[in-house]
């Protein structure tokens, strides 16, 4: 909890500090966006605002890169490392990257566990000797349900990785960065890959408690 607080911390205010240079070309988010699309020759993808910070995502059940308002019209080097970032995505999706087809298949298993693992909580807080369920099974379904969560978390590193390596890339080559510009991006892009980096080690943390209270 405390790394994850540091590096969301940092992460914002490196969003900020970024938010205030603006990039050589001028161009906003939603622009440069659309660029690396067509220039990775994806054109049924469609970008679009959506309302939060931190808020950008793509979506590849109806292929939408969506970014948050500041990013949308931004013309700073965070609106260019965020949408492009994002489009790095859609470029995985176009050309069938392995690691984002099996984190797309293993969504609907962890959304399963993760309500699932909320009945469990709720099952040993009743007793679940009640209904047949001793502390011992309760905790193997537990360990199992977090397994789970945690290889998804793990999976997501180099989906994310892979997608501001596509991004930097693509500034670099486009001309829509200065060097300068290029170095500051991977920096914000290295603290929001940070974020990931946390959650699988936290999710790791809890599956290894959960192990060692079966052992005791």
Same mark, same amino acid.
Not at 38 to 64: E, F, Q, R, W
């Given at each position: 909890?405390? +790394? #994850?607080?540091?590096?969301?911390?940092?992460?914002?205010?490196?969003?900020?500090?970024?938010?205030?240079?603006? @990039?050589?070309? !001028?161009?906003?988010?939603?622009?440069? +966006? /659309?660029?690396?699309?067509?220039?990775?020759?994806?054109?049924?993808?469609?970008?679009?605002?959506?309302? !939060?910070?931190?808020?950008?995502?793509?979506?590849?059940?109806?292929?939408?890169?969506?970014?948050?308002?500041?990013?949308?019209? #931004?013309?700073?080097?965070? +609106?260019?490392?965020?949408?492009?970032?994002?489009? #790095?995505?859609?470029?995985?999706?176009?050309?069938?990257?392995?690691?984002?087809?099996?984190?797309?298949?293993?969504?609907?298993?962890?959304?399963?566990?993760?309500?699932?693992?909320?009945?469990?909580?709720?099952?040993?807080?009743?007793?679940?000797?009640?209904?047949?369920? #001793?502390? @011992?099974?309760?905790?193997?379904?537990?360990?199992?349900?977090? %397994?789970? *969560?945690?290889?998804?978390?793990? *999976? @997501?590193?180099?989906? /994310?990785?892979?997608?501001?390596?596509?991004?930097?890339?693509?500034?670099?080559?486009?001309?829509?960065?200065?060097?300068? /510009?290029? @170095?500051?991006?991977?920096?914000?892009?290295?603290?929001? %890959?940070?974020?990931?980096?946390? +959650?699988?080690? %936290?999710?790791?943390?809890?599956?290894?408690?959960?192990?060692?209270?079966?052992?005791?």
């Amino acid at each position: 909890m405390i +790394a #994850g607080g540091i590096v969301s911390s940092k992460l914002k205010k490196k969003i900020k500090k970024y938010s205030k240079i603006p @990039t050589l070309s !001028g161009m906003n988010g939603k622009e440069i +966006a /659309e660029r690396m699309l067509a220039d990775n020759h994806i054109y049924d993808v469609k970008v679009i605002s959506v309302p !939060g910070k931190l808020t950008d995502h793509y979506n590849p059940m109806d292929k939408t890169v969506n970014l948050s308002p500041d990013v949308y019209q #931004g013309r700073h080097v965070s +609106a260019a490392a965020i949408a492009s970032h994002e489009c #790095g995505h859609a470029v995985q999706h176009a050309t069938a990257y392995s690691w984002l087809q099996m984190r797309s298949q293993m969504v609907p298993i962890v959304n399963m566990s993760n309500k699932m693992m909320s009945t469990v909580f709720i099952i040993g807080l009743i007793g679940g000797s009640y209904i047949g369920l #001793g502390f @011992t099974n309760l905790l193997m379904v537990f360990i199992a349900l977090q %397994a789970i *969560v945690t290889a998804f978390t793990l *999976v @997501t590193l180099p989906v /994310e990785f892979d997608a501001s390596r596509r991004a930097l890339v693509w500034l670099r080559s486009s001309g829509i960065t200065s060097e300068q /510009e290029l @170095t500051y991006a991977n920096d914000a892009l290295k603290w929001a %890959a940070s974020t990931y980096v946390v +959650a699988a080690l %936290a999710a790791a943390t809890y599956l290894l408690y959960y192990v060692s209270m079966l052992k005791d």
